[in-house]
């Protein structure tokens, strides 16, 4: 007989918690996140079409995937050689941060194109400044999310 799996709730609070482990751990996570909540808004303010926001959900996705997948990869490789000089091991970190750099360019690109060649820069400017001033709870989300990504950074480099 197969083991028992441990109930959902359990799993779901331990995948959670891997997210905020890396997130509190991995700055560079925490800027895509910022990153990744500043297009979003952006989306919103300029009334992403359907397919738009799908596009856009799924190259944020992407980039936060490749970058936990980044983080994972690098943890474990620094356990298995326990502080040893290793090419293969120097090879493996840079190619993983390889695919976080090229789903990171995708994004730059689907950002350029979503925002300033689908439609003007200066319409995706003004859109954004009417939302901000319309719903001022939209600029608090911005806010929060710089606020988070700069001060765990801040209070993670205060404690190294």
Same mark, same amino acid.
């Given at each position: 007989?197969?083991?028992?799996?441990?109930?959902?709730?359990?799993?779901?609070?331990?995948?959670?918690?891997?997210?905020?482990?890396? /997130?509190?751990?991995?700055?560079?996570?925490?800027?895509?996140?910022?990153?990744?909540?500043?297009? !979003?808004?952006? *989306?919103?303010?300029?009334?992403?079409?359907?397919?738009?926001? $799908? /596009?856009? $959900?799924?190259?944020? *996705? #992407?980039?936060?995937?490749?970058?936990?997948? +980044? =983080?994972?990869?690098?943890?474990?490789?620094?356990?298995?050689?326990? +502080?040893?000089?290793? =090419?293969?091991?120097?090879?493996?970190?840079?190619?993983?941060?390889?695919?976080? %750099?090229?789903?990171?360019? &995708?994004?730059?690109? !689907? *950002?350029?194109?979503?925002? !300033?060649?689908?439609?003007? %820069?200066?319409? =995706?400017? &003004?859109? @954004?400044?009417? @939302? %901000?001033?319309?719903?001022?709870?939209?600029?608090?989300?911005?806010?929060? $999310?710089?606020?988070?990504?700069?001060? #765990?950074?801040?209070?993670? !480099? %205060?404690? +190294?």
């Amino acid at each position: 007989m197969p083991p028992e799996r441990p109930p959902f709730c359990l799993r779901l609070q331990v995948a959670l918690r891997g997210l905020w482990i890396a /997130y509190r751990d991995e700055p560079n996570l925490r800027f895509q996140v910022f990153a990744g909540t500043v297009a !979003a808004v952006v *989306g919103w303010a300029v009334g992403l079409s359907g397919w738009e926001v $799908a /596009y856009l $959900a799924l190259t944020i *996705g #992407l980039v936060l995937f490749a970058e936990l997948v +980044n =983080t994972a990869l690098e943890r474990t490789v620094d356990l298995a050689g326990q +502080n040893r000089s290793s =090419t293969l091991a120097g090879d493996a970190k840079d190619i993983a941060a390889g695919a976080v %750099l090229l789903t990171s360019l &995708h994004a730059l690109l !689907a *950002g350029v194109w979503l925002f !300033a060649v689908q439609r003007p %820069l200066l319409v =995706t400017l &003004h859109q @954004l400044v009417d @939302l %901000l001033v319309a719903r001022p709870w939209a600029a608090a989300l911005l806010l929060l $999310a710089a606020f988070g990504w700069l001060w #765990l950074g801040r209070s993670r !480099a %205060l404690s +190294n």
